[in-house]
């Protein structure tokens, strides 16, 4: 089963932004990054961890002036993404969701769908950029 650890320090949220995979939807950008190595082992029990992806959410004043408003936002997009995990997030990824001002008029569905959209296009990008890596193409 995978377990969603979130990201809250802000030195973490700029290092995935720097070395980061992105694709953009109508509500939401969504950057992914590998973990870093320390996460994947526990060296109180010796081994490996569990599977894990780490999640960090951002909406930013710009989306809305209101607490209340960028709260709410912020909970669709935690929900849509912990709906969503089991089936399209990867294991040991780092992943920033940044909300955009349209998140405010869209529906829970529009949101789903967008994240979906991107979780499933971001690591379809990996896999091409690997392959071509693996062939010697640019």
Not at 31 to 57: H, I, M, T, W
Not at 69 to 80: H, I
């Amino acid at each position: 089963m995978l377990k969603i650890l979130s990201i809250k320090k802000s030195a973490e949220f700029q290092k995935i932004g720097k070395k980061c995979e992105k694709f953009y939807s109508h509500t939401l950008l969504l950057l992914s990054a590998d973990s870093p190595k320390n996460y994947s082992y526990n060296p109180e029990k010796n081994n490996n961890a569990a599977q894990f992806c780490r999640v960090g959410f951002t909406v930013a004043k710009t989306v809305s002036k209101l607490a209340v408003s960028r709260n709410l936002a912020k909970r669709r997009l935690r929900e849509a993404f912990r709906a969503l995990a089991p089936r399209f997030a990867k294991t040991e990824f780092d992943y920033v969701v940044i909300a955009r001002k349209e998140i405010l008029n869209a529906d829970y569905k529009k949101i789903l769908g967008d994240l979906k959209f991107c979780l499933s296009k971001i690591h379809q990008n990996n896999l091409q950029k690997n392959d071509k890596s693996t062939r010697g193409e640019k």
